[in-house]
């Protein structure tokens, strides 16, 4: 088992930056970030491998989010910058994935609670 809580998220205007934690009871080989807007499927967003530090990102999110972790805190980020209205969603930490590339909500099965992040034009 793996508990993963998500802090951080918030409201922002657009251009804005936010910087999400996830709190890991421990690693997993493939961890990231996923959001889900209302009425969306949720999407990967960020991965990485936690041993190697290989990452992907979706591309409608590169060059704007980093996706880092800190191992003497097992804890896993999102930095968000140059944020867009249409990245407004609950964002999800996700552990125990299969695939570090084009994730889907399948491929990972721990999931935190959720942050909202609400971007506003």
């Known amino acids: 088992q793996v508990q993963l809580v998500e802090s951080g998220g918030g409201s922002v205007q657009a251009g804005g930056s936010l910087r999400l934690s996830c709190a890991a009871s421990?690693?997993?080989?493939?961890m990231g970030w996923f959001r889900q807007a209302p009425g969306k499927e949720r999407e990967g967003v960020a991965t990485?491998?936690?041993?190697?530090?290989?990452?992907y990102y979706a591309d409608s999110v590169k060059g704007r989010f980093t996706i880092s972790q800190d191992n003497a805190k097992n804890t896993l980020y999102l930095q968000m910058n140059s944020l867009k209205p249409e990245d407004t969603a609950m964002y999800y930490c996700?552990?125990?994935?299969?695939?570090?590339?084009?994730?889907?909500?399948?491929?990972?099965?721990?999931w935190g609670q959720g942050t909202q992040v609400t971007v506003s034009s």
């Open positions: 996700a552990a125990g994935g299969l695939v570090l590339e084009a994730p889907t909500e399948t491929d990972f099965g721990y």
């Open positions: 421990r690693y997993t080989r493939y």
């Open positions: 990485i491998t936690t041993g190697g530090g290989s990452t």
